[in-house]
C-alpha cells in the first residue's frame, strides 16, 4: 500500500534534488540603449526526464518553507558558476544575479559558505549580485542589514528585488543600503497606458540616484516599453524583450550573437 500511494509533493521534490533534475536557467540584464548582454539572472527550473520544465511557483516556496531552499541555492549557484565559466573568467565586468531568500541570508554561515563557493570557481566576488526580494519581509531588520554591509564589504553586489510592490517599500530599501533596485514588472507592464506607472517609475530612478544605486526594469516585453524606460531614465532591464530564461549553452549562444546590437531591434 506505501510502495503504490502517490508520492507527496515533497517527496516529489527530495527526489527531484537527489536526481539533480532541478538546474539552472539564465535570463540576460541588458543596456536598454545598445542592447549589450553585460549579465544574467540566475533562475531555477526542474527539469523532467520526460523534459517538461517545471515552473518555480510550483517549488521554491516548498522549498523554503521545508528548509531545501539551502542546498538547492548552493548547488544552483555551483552550476551556475560552472557553466558560464568562460564568460565570467573572460569578461571581469560581466555579473550574475541569484535569488537569496530572507531566511537563508541571515542564517549562520551564509557568508562563509559563499566566499567559499565563489572563490572556487576562480570568479571575483564582485561579478556575484545577491537579489533579495521584497516580497518577504526580514524578521530581524538589523541582522540583515549587518549582512549586507558584510557581503558588500567583500565586494558581493546586493539587489533588492521586486520593488514597488513589497512588504515594508521604502523602509527596507533604506535599511538594507543595497547597490540595485529591480522594479517589478506590474509596473513595467503598464508604463505605455498608465501615467501613474511612468510617475512611479521616475520616483524610483531619481531615488536611485540620490541613494548612488542602480535601477534595472523587470519584465520588459515589448520594443515601446523599452523606449520608454530610457525617456525615465532607466538604463538596464531584462525580460521577453530579448529573451526568456534559458540554459546555459542557449544563454551564451546569445550572448556571443547579441554584442552590439539594439536591445528590442528584432
Avoid at 553585460?38 to 531555477?44: K, M, S, T, V, Y
Wanted: hydrophobic share 45%.
Amino acid at each position: 500500500r506505501t510502495l503504490l500511494r502517490p508520492r507527496t509533493p515533497l517527496e516529489e521534490l527530495d527526489a527531484a534534488i537527489e536526481r539533480g533534475e532541478i538546474e539552472p536557467y539564465f535570463q540576460p540584464i541588458f543596456d536598454l540603449r545598445t542592447g549589450d548582454i553585460f549579465g544574467a539572472e540566475l533562475l531555477a527550473r526542474w527539469i523532467r526526464p520526460d523534459g517538461k520544465v517545471i515552473s518555480p511557483a510550483r517549488f521554491i516556496e516548498l522549498a523554503e518553507e521545508t528548509g531545501r531552499i539551502q542546498p538547492m541555492t548552493w548547488h544552483l549557484l555551483r552550476t551556475a558558476l560552472a557553466d558560464l565559466r568562460s564568460l565570467l573568467r573572460g569578461d571581469a565586468h560581466f555579473k550574475l544575479s541569484i535569488n537569496i531568500s530572507p531566511r537563508h541570508f541571515v542564517c549562520e554561515g551564509f557568508v562563509d559558505e559563499l566566499r567559499g563557493i565563489v572563490r572556487e570557481a576562480g570568479v571575483g566576488a564582485r561579478q556575484i549580485t545577491l537579489e533579495l526580494t521584497e516580497r518577504e519581509a526580514f524578521e530581524d531588520p538589523a541582522r540583515a542589514a549587518a549582512v549586507v554591509a558584510e557581503v558588500r564589504r567583500l565586494g558581493f553586489k546586493v539587489a533588492i528585488d521586486d520593488v514597488g510592490i513589497g512588504h515594508s517599500g521604502l523602509s527596507q530599501i533604506q535599511n538594507l543600503r543595497a547597490d540595485i533596485l529591480k522594479v517589478d514588472k506590474f509596473f513595467i507592464d503598464s508604463v505605455n497606458r498608465d501615467e501613474s506607472a511612468v510617475i512611479m517609475i521616475g520616483m524610483l530612478v531619481r531615488l536611485a540616484e540620490e541613494m548612488k544605486m542602480t535601477i534595472v526594469a523587470e519584465g520588459i516585453e515589448a520594443r515601446e516599453q523599452v523606449e520608454t524606460l530610457i525617456e525615465c531614465g532607466v538604463g538596464s532591464g531584462q525580460g521577453y524583450v530579448v529573451s526568456p530564461p534559458v540554459p546555459a549553452k542557449s544563454f551564451l549562444e546569445l550572448v556571443a550573437n547579441r554584442t552590439g546590437r539594439d536591445a528590442a531591434g528584432d
